[in-house]
């Protein structure tokens, strides 16, 4: 697929980085998971790129009904998010609910989408599939936002005209969407008006296990939350599942779930170190998970304690949030104003 450059008349243009965009659905407490796949590679990304950062609030509402949830579960992301690093000097940071604009895009967007496309959606499928296995009506509980979800994400992208969209593999297909979308208007338009983006997919960043040794994801009841109090994290880390060797036996770090999350934290000495005590025996699993827990808890005191701070700063997160609005505002209402010119809708004076 061939990549059509930034707007030259966009203003962006004068800085010429390249535009990234990404998405964060705030449901469930973020945890390490998301720390290590999703929020440090995004920021690390941000310091190379014009950055679009979000909060998917919208997307939330599909699978959240209950307003004070979704009220804590977005602040929630937002503190989390800051505490973590993120510079909103540098990225604009924003509700997704704030940009009205995304929803005329969204609009114009759903002219451009075959039906077919939205029926092929993974987590649609997974969505009916599951009624069927339940022997349920293939469309209970599913609602017109799941299943227009792939053309809001492409209008959250599309109006930013980015090069590059931070993703974790399950969001691929999204992305594939996206792009198919973005063609079938400029085909109509016969103008390269939105431009095509790329996932980034950070291949570095192996797949943090969970407790359970799967897949660190809240849908398997997993996590390890990265701001827990210190006595959350001791009680979730003995969760973690070993062998059931005993302590003189010699232990293999390489297929250890306590060792595989030590690994992210501990320096390589200290790695080194640990797999030794491993391999020499005498080493008891409480022990090793002493050690894990101990680490997370120092590792990030000083985010922990941002966080504390900020997630009690309502209003501070609220003027944070007003800043990359504007911003993010500013640039949708361009591509807005290019689309709808294009496809003959005009203001009435
Ligand atoms: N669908 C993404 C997820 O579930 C969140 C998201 C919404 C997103 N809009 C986006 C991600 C735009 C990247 C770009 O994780």
């Excluded at 009205?100 to 997974?126: C, D, Q």
Aim: glycine fraction near 4%; aromatic fraction near 8%.
């Amino acid at each position: 697929m061939v990549n059509t450059p930034p707007s030259s008349s966009s203003r962006a243009a004068k800085s010429a980085r390249p535009i990234a965009v990404t998405g964060i659905k705030p449901t469930g407490k973020p945890h390490l998971g998301n720390y290590f796949a999703s929020i440090q590679p995004a920021i690390a990304l941000s310091a190379q790129h014009e950055s679009y950062f979000f909060i998917a609030d919208y997307h939330a509402l599909n699978s959240i009904k209950d307003p004070s949830v979704l009220q804590a579960e977005t602040l929630d992301v937002v503190a989390t998010w800051l505490a973590c690093g993120l510079d909103p000097q540098k990225v604009a940071f924003y509700l997704q609910s704030d940009i009205p604009e995304l929803f005329e895009i969204t609009i114009i967007l759903l002219a451009y989408t075959s039906k077919g496309l939205m029926n092929r959606a993974h987590a649609y499928k997974a969505f009916i599939q599951n009624n069927r296995t339940l022997t349920r009506d293939a469309d209970e509980g599913v609602n017109m936002g799941l299943y227009n979800y792939p053309v809001m994400m492409a209008a959250d992208i599309l109006a930013f005209k980015c090069n590059i969209v931070p993703i974790g593999k399950d969001q691929v297909q999204h992305l594939e969407m996206t792009q198919d979308i973005a063609e079938a208007f400029n085909r109509n338009v016969n103008k390269s008006c939105l431009v095509y983006p790329h996932p980034f997919i950070n291949e570095n960043v192996k797949t943090i296990i969970g407790t359970d040794g799967r897949k660190m994801s809240k849908s398997y009841h997993n996590t390890i939350p990265i701001f827990a109090d210190a006595d959350t994290i001791y009680k979730t880390v003995m969760k973690i599942i070993t062998t059931s060797q005993s302590i003189e036996a010699v232990k293999d770090p390489g297929t250890c779930n306590v060792f595989a999350l030590y690994k992210l934290f501990a320096s390589p000495e200290d790695s080194k170190a640990l797999a030794n005590k491993y391999r020499q025996g005498g080493l008891s699993w409480g022990a090793a998970k002493k050690q894990l827990a101990e680490l997370i808890i120092t590792s990030l005191e000083k985010e922990r304690d941002q966080y504390n701070h900020l997630i009690k700063a309502k209003d501070h997160l609220k003027k944070v949030l007003t800043t990359g609005q504007l911003q993010a505002r500013r640039k949708a209402q361009q591509t807005l104003r290019e689309m709808k010119s294009l496809i003959g809708i005009f203001h009435a004076q």
